[in-house]
């Protein structure tokens, strides 16, 4: 079975910064692309940063030059190093794989549970 489980979340206080990290779990061959949404209260989930297995990364245009996308394919974990964090920044985080390849099928769309970040003074 195949799990992704999420940490890192907490209070920041506005122009500081965190780090979340999403962990694979499993016997794992590889995974394709992993990504990084969000959902604020009231609003519907969405992309923040997606990443390759070759390493090709998007950004949403609102997290641009302040977040950075990266993963260690070795560790099937991929992370987002937030900076010059905003309040408008404030959501549950919640890791995706797009497919994961296991020894009897691929996995399609895992999500993790989330974090909570929460970016106030």
């Known amino acids: 079975q195949v799990q992704l489980v999420e940490s890192g979340g907490g209070l920041v206080q506005p122009g500081g910064s965190l780090r979340l990290s999403c962990a694979a779990s499993g016997i794992i061959f590889s995974i394709n692309t992993m990504n990084w949404y969000r959902q604020a209260p009231g609003k519907q989930r969405e992309l923040v940063a997606g990443?390759?297995?070759?390493?090709?990364?998007n950004y949403a245009d609102s997290v641009k030059g302040r977040f950075t996308i990266s993963r260690d394919n070795a560790k099937n974990t991929v992370y987002l190093q937030m900076n010059s964090l905003k309040p408008e920044d404030t959501a549950v985080y919640y890791c995706?794989?797009?497919?994961?390849?296991?020894?009897?099928?691929?996995?399609?769309?895992?999500w993790g549970q989330g974090t909570q970040v929460t970016v106030s003074s």
């Open positions: 995706n794989a797009d497919a994961i390849e296991t020894p009897s099928r691929t996995v399609f769309g895992s």
């Open positions: 990443i390759t297995s070759g390493g090709s990364r």
